[in-house]
């Protein structure tokens, strides 16, 4: 099978692919069996951008009881939350590269931090992609009394008022704010991004009425949306969510190609023995495709993704891609 192409539509009940490669995967890779039997030989640390308790920390401990089960050995979640992913980033960067210490990276830490922030000391490029896990994709979501519905609704009011309407981002160079930004521009509308340290907090706003709009996450919102709490005013998917089949997306609503994909994946030190990256990345699709981890991860509006090293390292670089004219203009205005 091919990889991931960037205008395919992933199924909301399956993952989106299943692509162990042939001849990526097995301890064979390993070399002799006693090889293959010495890796791993302790735990594996995780490192994280997000403090316990999150969705991600949640994500890495389901995928870390599948491993054990496998191995014999625990992955250790360790949080080192702050700087856009940098503080993580940073820590996995000088790490010793034989696959003990992996860092869980995502769409922000690796494509947009380093793009936005010219004092960021690391890139993609001193990592080597182990294994893909998810893609999330953002919605904009408002106050249930907020007078516009949907796209065109929203655009009527925001070019009636220029940046009067706000929105909420989980910070300066995140996800949402690149939504954000992608939006005004082919909305050919103007809003006023609100920073917050991060999606928690900006929820809570939401329900307080101190902030209008907000770019969110399923996960973080589906309850307050089945309550009426909040509204969707589009979804930022090739596809509709299955969780929420009445919500549209911004595709539907006139804004082709409007899809920010923000994948979530294990990386390792550049300079770790292939090998090790390929019994890492047998061991974590193994328990992607393990039906409870599937149906765990995907209750939280996100879509399974089961590639090899080298298929989850071109879906970065076509991610990226995708964006770079977005990412251009914010880091113009930035500067």
């Given at each position: 099978m091919s990889h991931?192409?960037?205008?395919a539509k992933p199924?909301?009940?399956?993952?989106?692919?299943?692509l162990l490669a042939?001849?990526?995967?097995?301890?064979?890779?390993?070399?002799?069996?006693?090889?293959?039997q010495?890796?791993p030989?302790?735990?594996?640390?995780?490192?994280?951008?997000?403090?316990p308790?999150g969705g991600a920390?949640?994500?890495a401990?389901?995928?870390?009881e599948?491993?054990q089960a496998?191995?014999g050995?625990?992955m250790?979640?360790?949080?080192?939350?702050?700087?856009?992913?940098?503080?993580?980033?940073?820590?996995?960067k000088?790490?010793a590269p034989d696959?003990?210490t992996?860092?869980n990276?995502?769409?922000?830490?690796?494509?947009?931090?380093?793009a936005l922030?010219?004092?960021t000391n690391?890139?993609?490029?001193?990592?080597?992609?182990?294994?893909?896990?998810?893609?999330i994709y953002?919605?904009?979501?408002a106050?249930?009394?907020f007078?516009?519905n949907?796209?065109?609704?929203?655009?009527a009011l925001?070019k009636?008022?220029?940046r009067?309407?706000?929105?909420g981002?989980?910070g300066?160079?995140?996800?949402?704010?690149?939504a954000?930004?992608?939006?005004?521009?082919?909305?050919?509308?103007?809003?006023t991004?609100?920073?917050?340290r991060?999606?928690?907090p900006m929820?809570?706003?939401?329900?307080?009425g101190?902030?209008?709009l907000?770019?969110?996450?399923l996960?973080?919102?589906?309850?307050?949306?089945?309550m009426?709490?909040?509204?969707?005013?589009?979804?930022?998917?090739?596809?509709?969510?299955?969780?929420?089949?009445?919500?549209?997306t911004f595709?539907?609503q006139?804004?082709?190609?409007?899809?920010?994909?923000?994948w979530?994946?294990?990386?390792?030190?550049k300079?770790?023995?292939a090998a090790i990256?390929?019994?890492?990345?047998?061991?974590i699709?193994?328990a992607l495709?393990t039906p409870?981890?599937r149906?765990r991860i995907?209750e939280q509006?996100q879509v399974?993704?089961?590639?090899s090293?080298?298929q989850?390292?071109?879906?970065?670089?076509?991610?990226?891609?995708?964006?770079?004219?977005t990412l251009?203009?914010?880091a113009?205005?930035i500067?």
């Amino acid at each position: 099978m091919s990889h991931l192409s960037p205008s395919a539509k992933p199924s909301r009940r399956t993952a989106v692919s299943y692509l162990l490669a042939s001849g990526a995967i097995g301890s064979g890779l390993l070399g002799s069996p006693a090889q293959a039997q010495a890796f791993p030989s302790k735990p594996v640390k995780i490192v994280l951008m997000y403090p316990p308790g999150g969705g991600a920390d949640n994500q890495a401990r389901i995928i870390g009881e599948q491993f054990q089960a496998a191995t014999g050995q625990p992955m250790i979640i360790e949080s080192r939350p702050g700087a856009g992913g940098s503080i993580a980033a940073q820590s996995v960067k000088v790490a010793a590269p034989d696959g003990y210490t992996l860092l869980n990276g995502n769409l922000g830490m690796m494509t947009l931090t380093p793009a936005l922030n010219t004092g960021t000391n690391y890139s993609v490029a001193d990592f080597v992609p182990v294994a893909a896990i998810s893609i999330i994709y953002p919605m904009l979501v408002a106050r249930s009394d907020f007078p516009a519905n949907n796209l065109k609704e929203l655009a009527a009011l925001a070019k009636s008022k220029p940046r009067e309407i706000s929105y909420g981002t989980w910070g300066p160079g995140s996800v949402p704010h690149v939504a954000g930004a992608w939006l005004e521009q082919d909305a050919g509308i103007q809003l006023t991004p609100i920073p917050y340290r991060g999606e928690v907090p900006m929820v809570v706003d939401l329900l307080g009425g101190q902030l209008p709009l907000g770019w969110a996450s399923l996960s973080a919102v589906q309850q307050h949306l089945k309550m009426g709490t909040l509204k969707v005013v589009g979804v930022a998917a090739e596809a509709r969510f299955s969780q929420l089949p009445a919500a549209p997306t911004f595709i539907e609503q006139g804004l082709r190609d409007f899809a920010l994909r923000s994948w979530f994946g294990y990386f390792a030190p550049k300079g770790t023995p292939a090998a090790i990256v390929a019994e890492l990345n047998t061991r974590i699709n193994q328990a992607l495709s393990t039906p409870n981890v599937r149906s765990r991860i995907e209750e939280q509006g996100q879509v399974v993704l089961v590639q090899s090293s080298a298929q989850f390292g071109e879906y970065i670089s076509q991610s990226a891609a995708r964006i770079q004219p977005t990412l251009a203009r914010l880091a113009a205005n930035i500067k």
